[in-house]
């Protein structure tokens, strides 16, 4: 698995209605990682492309979480 960056989760934002941290990614997409993900063990956030029109296809990404 390839990483991206390793962001602390303290420079991430909540939400607290999706119940998820998420950190903007310099090429546009979202990185973003749940509650229950973290509750689960997992420490890697998934890339959210940008809407379609705007993307290239590309595979996603993930970036390490610091909790």
Not at 25 to 51: M, S, T
């Amino acid at each position: 698995m390839s990483m991206y960056d390793e962001i602390e989760i303290e420079d991430m934002t909540f939400d607290e209605t999706l119940q998820i941290y998420h950190y903007p990614c310099p090429c546009g997409d979202r990185f973003q990682i749940g509650i229950a993900e973290l509750r689960d063990g997992e420490d890697v956030a998934d890339d959210l492309p940008k809407p379609e029109e705007e993307a290239e296809k590309q595979p996603l990404a993930q970036v390490p979480i610091a909790a």
